[in-house]
């Protein structure tokens, strides 16, 4: 895994830098989600796996979602197949996310709480976060009935864990150290 995220780095770098001259992140980010979701698709692995030429490569994958790609995205496509590298297409597309995110200064949190939040109770913590943070903030929340009581926050490698099953675990580590 970390082999293709080093393989995709450049090619998200890349294509981000053109996006960027273009004025055309948004797109970009769309094509670059679609090729990442058709590249997970079994039927389309066991193709990549099966040792086509890239020319082949190219026209097999144009002829799946040729239309969701701009010419300068099929170029794309063209020189990863090329370099035998549209395994990489998902981690293109979360570096490329990344890069994209650290230049419009969000970044994506993911509120996770033992019951349903308030609007008032997001707005609250999406303010509190863009003050520690210093980003626009853009919440994911979900409801996991297991954590008790409380809220766990991941935002980018942060993790505030402020749930009664996070504080009973920290609990037992102590006592059993």
Same mark, same amino acid.
């Given at each position: 895994?970390?082999?293709?995220t080093t393989?995709?780095?450049?090619?998200a770098?890349?294509a981000?830098?053109f996006?960027?001259?273009? &004025?055309?992140?948004?797109?970009?980010?769309?094509?670059?989600?679609?090729a990442a979701e058709?590249?997970?698709? &079994?039927?389309i692995?066991d193709i990549?796996?099966?040792g086509?030429?890239?020319g082949?490569?190219?026209?097999?994958?144009?002829?799946?979602c *040729?239309?969701?790609?701009?010419?300068? *995205?099929?170029?794309l496509i063209k020189v990863?197949a090329e370099?035998g590298?549209l395994k990489?297409l998902p981690?293109?597309c979360?570096?490329?996310?990344?890069?994209?995110?650290?230049?419009e200064?969000?970044?994506e949190?993911?509120?996770?709480?033992?019951i349903a939040l308030?609007?008032?109770q997001?707005?609250?913590? *999406?303010e &509190?976060?863009?003050r520690?943070?210093?980003?626009?903030?853009?919440l994911?929340?979900?409801?996991?009935?297991?954590?008790?009581?409380?809220?766990?926050i991941?935002a980018?490698d942060l993790?505030i864990d402020?749930?009664?099953?996070?504080?009973?675990?920290?609990?037992n580590?102590?006592l059993?150290s």
């Open positions: 895994m970390s082999e293709l393989i995709a780095r450049p090619y770098q890349a981000f830098d996006a960027l001259e273009k &004025k055309a992140l948004a797109p970009w980010s769309e094509m670059l989600m679609f058709v590249v997970k698709n &079994k039927d692995q990549l796996d099966a086509f030429a890239a082949k490569l190219t026209e097999i994958f144009m002829s799946v *040729g239309e969701q790609f701009d010419e300068y *995205g099929q170029n990863m370099n590298r990489a981690q293109v979360e570096q490329f996310m990344l890069l994209k995110h650290e230049h200064k969000t970044i949190v993911e509120v996770i709480s033992a308030s609007d008032d997001l707005t609250a913590i *999406g &509190k976060l863009e520690r943070l210093e980003r626009n903030i853009k994911n929340c979900s409801v996991d009935e297991t954590l008790i009581a409380g809220v766990v991941r980018g993790v402020n749930s009664v099953r996070g504080k009973l675990k920290r609990l580590d102590t059993q």
